[in-house]
């Protein structure tokens, strides 16, 4: 056991010289002549150009709310009933990106409100 807690002792301070080595000295700002760059002198980058073909006067910040026209992502508006037997198992398979409701309910009516079933069925019917 102590030989274990040695060998490891020697790899923690052979670590630590290697980190000493890699480390940059440090001197006293009053000591060193020359100043870090100023961020006005670099270069810009790749980010501060715009894109060609893209009207930066259009862009809102992102802080600012989207207009009230703009739906939010959020807000799903479906075309059936919040009262039809079968409202739930379209709105799962609305959620798994089958977005055509009236299709969705025929395949529903068919397989007597089975999810499973359907799923198989929209599946089967989109690879024809």
Sequence with gaps: MEAKLAKMKQRLEKAAEAQAEQAPIQS???????????LEQQPPSVLDTPAKGLDV????????????DEPK??????????DHPYYEQNRMLVNMGFVNERNNMNVLASCDGNLQRAITTLVEKASL
């Excluded at 799903?76 to 919040?82: G, I, K, T, W, Y």
């Design 28 to 38: 006293d700002s009053e000591s060193s002549d020359e100043e870090a760059p100023a």
């Design 73 to 82: 992502p959020a807000e799903l508006v479906f075309a059936v009933a919040v």
């Design 57 to 68: 006067a259009k862009l809102r910040p992102l802080d600012e709310a989207p207009p009230a």
